[in-house]
């Protein structure tokens, strides 16, 4: 893709352009494009951080207002499945009215609809207040990308993309630590708190450092019909991802959402060739680059997502670590994050994102094999050692992926390319968790029957042999307080046992996975339109 945006920074009597690479100087904070990362990234640290640390909380919730485990399942599914329908609308808003704008909206909403749950005194305004969540935060993540493109020259841009990544990556994995924390010693409503003082640091700094940027000829109609047919397709499709471990992946319903889902997809594409401006135009995929950095991005969170899903129940219920001592544990990943984020933009910007995005892949399958290897009896060494290479391998990916995707989109469309970006992050975590659930469930449900019959105990119904296997597949030990200590200590060894046989498997998955996506980065190269954004205009 070769388009390029021509942007007007001057006067209208006076038509010379500035430079790609020298953006014109605004004054004072206003505009300084490290004061607008600094604000953007504080927008999307809540988002982020809302997406794990409310796991820990979700216990303390169910206690207090007594819901059910599937009630408390919404609580973390309704979040997740209102950002990724709204992602790529919410970039095109962004495109429409300018990214400064939809950014601010969404920090209000975000922090606004964060205080209404904490006010809750029921299951259903805390899901439904978690969806209002997802849709603001839907906005806050392309509009934030889109700010980055149109602020730094493109010599600058992977270093900045770098550190928004390593915020993003640091509150993912540091939402269990701050969660443990807050619902231990505050209350589990503190969870949701403090992201309205948070908010409203975001709100003041974007206000008086954020300037709204917009291409030339960005789009200026909306592709209604385009909207309902990808938001449709993505509904059907994460729902599926949602619902098929309850369902199984054999159940008519699964399978039915799942041809709903492509048959929307094929919809929609047949009707973007149709409209004058398409919410998606498909000549956006005709860079190979671009499409290559999407589908990098739904394998890296396959691997990432997935294999770190199981890894939080091997450190509590097989450890038997307390929420925060797993958060703690969990620091290697997050702090090679940190650091790797923005050294991973300097070698990107030096060496183009073909060779750090193809050794990031390499580390993280390497990583995820480490993960295999884990038992009962792995030090925190051990431990400590894959979680970092993990750490390592993923930095590179996270910034190269999104400056491939960002950078291969011309600058009238960085709001959507943004909101592909974060789809497909979103979409390759859920098939993750998916996938790799369905794989641990197939190989507990075969190993447990054989290892509890060989450890001598008691044969079970098939309806006891159900909830036991449920019970392994997070970790869990099916002891009763009523069960002799002798006999309690052969099942915890046997469930622990084949928990961690299942978690191999996952991981050995998850690595595979992470061969493939080695292999998509080579087919990757440095944004074509990066350098549009230098010299955007401002409004």
Not at 31 to 36: I, L, V
Not at 292 to 320: P, S
Not at 423 to 432: D, F, K, P, V, Y
């Amino acid at each position: 893709m070769t388009s390029q945006t021509t942007i007007d920074t001057t006067g209208p009597g006076d038509k010379a352009s500035a430079a790609p690479s020298d953006p014109p100087p605004a004054p004072g904070l206003r505009g300084h494009p490290w004061f607008t990362l600094i604000t953007v990234a504080v927008g999307v640290m809540m988002v982020a951080l809302d997406g794990t640390i409310v796991a820990i909380a979700n216990p303390a919730i169910q206690k207090d207002l007594g819901a059910t485990f599937a009630q408390v399942q919404w609580i973390t599914n309704g979040y997740f499945l209102a950002l990724a329908v709204s992602l790529i609308t919410a970039g095109k808003l962004g495109d429409r009215f300018g990214h400064r704008q939809t950014f601010l909206i969404g920090v209000v909403g975000f922090a606004a609809a964060s205080g209404a749950i904490g006010l809750s005194d029921s299951i259903a305004l805390v899901v439904t207040f978690r969806v209002l969540q997802g849709l603001f935060g839907a906005l806050l993540m392309p509009a934030a990308l889109g700010l980055l493109r149109a602020t730094f020259p493109a010599e600058k841009l992977n270093m900045a993309i770098g550190i928004w990544g390593m915020v993003i990556g640091a509150s993912t994995a540091g939402g269990p630590i701050l969660g443990g924390v807050l619902v231990e010693h505050v209350s589990w409503q503190s969870v949701f708190f403090i992201n309205v003082p948070v908010g409203l640091v975001a709100l003041v700094l974007g206000v008086l450092i954020l300037l709204d940027h917009r291409a030339e000829n960005a789009p200026r109609s909306f592709d209604l019909l385009g909207i309902a047919l990808l938001s449709a397709a993505m509904f059907c499709l994460v729902w599926a991802l949602i619902k098929a471990p309850t369902w199984g992946w054999g159940d008519g319903k699964t399978w039915a959402f799942v041809i709903g889902s492509a048959a929307l997809f094929a919809a929609f594409a047949f009707w973007e060739t149709k409209v004058k401006e398409p919410l998606i135009p498909l000549a956006l995929f005709r860079s190979v680059p671009l499409s290559a950095g999407v589908v990098l991005m739904v394998l890296m969170a396959i691997a990432f997502m997935g294999g770190l899903f199981f890894v939080t129940f091997y450190l509590q219920n097989v450890h038997g670590m307390k929420p925060i001592d797993a958060g703690m544990h969990l620091l290697p990943l997050t702090g090679m994050m940190i650091v790797g984020s923005p050294l991973a933009g300097a070698l990107i910007t030096k060496l183009g994102p073909r060779i750090p995005l193809a050794g990031g892949m390499a580390a993280t399958a390497i990583a995820m094999y480490g993960m295999s290897t884990l038992d009962t009896d792995t030090g925190s060494a051990v431990m400590s050692l894959w979680f970092a290479l993990l750490g390592l391998g993923l930095a590179p990916v996270m910034v190269g992926a999104t400056e491939v995707i960002v950078g291969n989109a011309p600058m009238e469309l960085s709001g959507v390319a943004g909101g592909l970006q974060q789809a497909a992050m979103q979409i390759g975590g859920s098939l993750g968790t998916a996938v790799l659930g369905a794989v641990m469930a197939s190989k507990v449900d075969g190993d447990l029957p054989g290892n509890w019959t060989a450890a001598g105990l008691p044969e079970l119904t098939p309806a006891q042999l159900d909830q036991a296997s449920e019970a392994v597949q997070v970790g869990v030990a099916p002891v009763t307080p009523e069960t002799p200590a002798e006999v309690a200590a052969k099942i915890t060894d046997v469930a622990h046992d084949t928990f961690i046989s299942g978690m191999s498997l996952a991981s050995l998955v998850a690595a595979g996975v992470a061969v493939v996506a080695v292999f998509v980065a080579l087919l990757t190269k440095r944004g074509e339109n990066a350098e549009a954004g230098a010299g955007v205009g401002h409004i």
